[in-house]
């Protein structure tokens, strides 16, 4: 095995905070403790994103979504970070930013995006800031299969190709935007082949299987330090509907049987037993350390106050360079 | 004092700040073999060469928001958009992206970016070559926004623009670029916020921009053949807009027109015409008249002259309300 038993562990502690907290977010939705609307929730899609940031090195940046709310919560400071999701002033970036479009540049998460699409450009340009600076890291980029079919994600791979930025373009192709099924939204089979059109490489990998995810995404980064930048499509299947509280679900219920019989956090349990890195005890505890963390983060931010209208209409907060009537 | 182009003011002002700053980076179609879409960095690629200088596939949404990442990364970038029209392609870029970044990131990140990009009549090329667009603009909390009329203030805002930390859209204009002005050798910036008194007078103030500044003070010399005497007034930038300047003047007038070159309805004469009234109401004799574009498509070639505005548009509002 390529990784020690701590970093294999590791990575299964984070799927299943980023499981468990999600499922925390229905739980509290449900008990009327959190509004719906902005919970994009990405159960069963863990291997694929735990997997693509396992993958960064320590001073590589991710573009999240805001189908990231899970993994967010293992890469950032989680009280802060789940405050900032509640809108309240103990927010990371004081309740301004929530989800759609959170950030963390100190603990290098770029910013997501609202406008799908858009933050891929961003991030080309943004590696590119990073090789003109001489500095080893690189950007990868997430997208979901939906935003992979905007201008903005052919013009970024083009720019990235011939500025050779070094950026790995992630397309976690969950099957489906919002209800469109991806067989609707495009005649492409393998999104990594998008590629092609710029010239630039791209890789699928089966996105439920975290070692394959992370393997492909690390070879991506090693590729993109050279210069070449590439694409990893992770495919995996969303087993909620769109958003929470938002969407109702219009599948087949049958997909969504089968896609939780191909669960990408039993797949792992199952590598991990064999391995003999874990048995139930240990599962058993896992889960039960991870809803404590998720559960004391939005006691937390229930617990913390809103910002104030001062706060939110800092003009400082807005421009830099301050002169003239900018208000 | 030498007399140069709005266009070589342009260029000297992107090769001094290129000069003072190395991490000020430059980027847009056609650079390399023409100096940019008119000539506005002519002869600066073989000073400062392809590390300095990259010229863009024609990819506007793409290459903004490269820009737009560039900046957020720390390189100080200026990108330039060929014709102002095609910003359509870069809006999200600039409004939704680089404006709002700052805000969003708690002030933690912010985005020393400048949009240049020619707008407006001068070129005869019709509907979606022609557009003045700071309408499209204005209404976006986190930009700022030039618009220079002469060689001195093209410079000066340039040079204030390169420096600035915030996204900055910089709207040249075509009918004013190859005009020639004064502008000294010695080193100087233009702040933003601060309008310019370009004509004094004492019966009517006319707030105009970029062609129509030029416009108005044709008007203004036939107007003063019939003993009406004109105040113009340049606002150089509409954000951060001076409205003191504005308002001292409408003080002595009582009597306005804003004169814009965009289609009237939406047009940011009325913006600031709105915000005349709400704050010197008591100061007006007149209502305030607004000269701007019929609202029709810019029709191609000699042709638009029926669609925009010109010095007759503004000397008939100005006898309209004295």
Redesign the interface.
Known sequence: MKYSNKELLSMYEKMVLSRVYEESVIELLAQGKIQGGAWHLAIGEEAAQVGCLSALGPNDFIEPTFRCHGLLATKMEINKYTAECLCKGTGNLGGKSSIVHISSIEEKILPANGILGAGMPIGVGYAWALKKAKKDGVVVAMTGDGASNEGNFYEAINLAGITEAPIVFFIENNGIGFTNPISNATKAEDLSAKGVAVGIPGVTVDGNDILAVREAVEAAIEKAKDGMPSIVEAKTVRIRPHAEGLSAETRDPKIIEEAKKNDPIKRYEKVLKDLDLLNDDKISEIYGNMKDISLASFEYGFSSPYPSREALCDINLVYKTLGGDLA | MREITYMQALQEAHMEEMKRDENV?LMGIELRNMGSGIGQTAGLYEMFGPDRI?D??I?E???????????????RTIVEVQFADFLSYAF??IV??AA???????????VPLVVRAPQGMGFFFGAQHSQCVEGWFMNT??L?IAIPSNAYDAKGLLKTAIR???PVLFLEHKACIFMKGEVPEEEYTV????AKIVRPGTDVTIVAMQKMVWDSLEAAEELQKEGISVEIIDPR?L?????ETIFNSVRKTGRVVVANEAPKRGSISGEISAIITENCFKDLKAPIKRVGAANIPIPFGANEAHVLPNKNDIVAAVKAIV
């Open positions: 980076f990259f863009t596939p990819s949404s793409g290459y903004v928001g490269t820009a737009v990442g560039l900046a957020l990364g720390g390189v999200d870029s939704n992206q709002k970044i700052r805000y969003l990131t708690d002030g933690k990140a912010n909390p986190g700022k600035d930390d915030d702040p933003f916020g601060q930038t954000v951060p807009l001076d409205k």
